[in-house]
């Protein structure tokens, strides 16, 4: 299939809202499909935040390591599925790493490309400010939420997350269970414990690493 970059840059949630003019001025300052081979980093802890990009096809882990040189899997992207939308507006460094798990393609638009556009454009400028405003607070709402529930809550909520982003009932596991464990910050044996509760109450069919919502 071919590559639409008009189509790509409007799938970005941050800019999915914008007229199609706009989309075309955003299209002219992207990079499209970057290839990175498997094992190879997109960024590592101290480089510079410079860039929003999204993962046209293949998947990226973004990771910690801790003292111990074990790695924590924070989260994956794969298709169409986009990383810090902060970096486009905020001269920062990377506290982790993204590394990708197979052979990938990234789009991206770096900042200083992105806040040249805004100089030129004051009404993106506000319509971007006001969206930004608005995910910083479903951001801020959703962490709350999040630290309230207990850890099947929190399983049953990634999945309703992950089935949102496929728009599917049934999706593939991208990451492995010892994976998703760390990233849901509870042990591979309470995490097989959970598979099983929510397959006996009939809220999941699992099939390996297929998953059905019911």
Sequence with gaps: MSHSEFACVKAAPIFSHLP????AQLVNISTH?????????IYEPDDDLSALFVVDSGQVDIFNVNDNGQELLLYSLTNHQMDIEASIFTDAKH?????AKVDSAICMIRR???QALLHR???????MLNTYGERLTALEQRQISLSLQNADERLVQYFEDLSAIRMSKTFHLDVTKKELAASLHITPETLSRLFN????DGKIKLNKREVTLL
């Design 197 to 200: 509760k929510l397959t006996r």
């Design 95 to 99: 506290h982790h790493f993204a590394r």
């Design 112 to 114: 200083k490309d992105f």
């Design 20 to 23: 199609d003019d706009i989309i």
């Design 33 to 41: 499909q970057k290839k990175y081979s498997a094992g190879s980093y």
């Design 121 to 127: 454009n004051t009404s993106l400028a506000l319509k």
